[in-house]
Structure formats: C-alpha cells, structure tokens
C-alpha cells in the first residue's frame, strides 16, 4: 500500500525545537515534489515548506523562513522538517504530502504539534 507516516510530533516550550519526519512506503520519492502542510484548528490548511525533486528548489511559507528547515533522503525515502524558535502560532497537524508533477497526490495522516507558551 502507497502510503506517507510521519513521526516527531509533540509537545514543546515556546522557543524549542521539533524534528518532523515522513516515511514514504512503497513507492519511489525521489520523482515527487515532498511538501509539509499544517492544519490548525478554524484556520485554513496551509502550505509550510516544500522541497523539489532532488531537493533542487525549496520554498517557505514567510511566517516559518528563518525557523524551520526542509530536507529529503531520497535513499532512505524520509522528508523531514526540522522547526526551531517555534512560536505560540506554530501548532497544528503537521502532514507530509507527495506530489507528483503530474499532480497526483499521497498524503500522510499528520503529527501534532503543541507549543506552550
């Protein structure tokens, strides 16, 4: 079964740090574009980071540039996001998205993120 798991979510003091990660199972990442997303309560989804294929172009949303940071391993087939200085405005579900450039997508089913002030 084609599927996206993501780990390392949890609960952390305004300012820490989380390492989110995606596990792509049974099929090959490296074609996709990798993408986190985050889902906060009443708000709309939004898109936080996304990482190219061979991790050639990566972009931010512009409330986490400077904090958070995207990465892939292709050989291992993990996306990964590694937050820091994260902000009482930061919490959610975090989930991880393949995406291909033909615009077929594979979701995970999130992680969440608590920040306590």
């Known amino acids: 079964q084609v599927r996206l798991v993501e780990s390392g979510g949890g609960l952390v003091q305004s300012g820490g740090s989380l390492r989110l990660s995606c596990q792509a199972t049974?099929?090959?990442?490296?074609?996709?574009?990798m993408q986190w997303y985050r889902q906060a309560p009443e708000k709309e989804r939004e898109l936080v980071a996304s990482i190219s294929s061979y991790g050639t172009q990566i972009n931010y949303a512009d409330s986490v540039k400077g904090r958070f940071t995207i990465s892939r391993d292709d050989d291992k087939g993990t996306a990964s996001l590694q937050m820091n200085s994260l902000k009482p405005e930061d919490p959610g579900v975090y989930l991880c998205?393949?995406?291909?450039?033909?615009?077929?997508?594979?979701w995970g089913h999130g992680t969440q993120v608590t920040v306590s002030s």
């Open positions: 049974r099929f090959t990442m490296s074609s996709y574009i």
């Open positions: 998205q393949a995406l291909s450039y033909g615009g077929n997508e594979i």
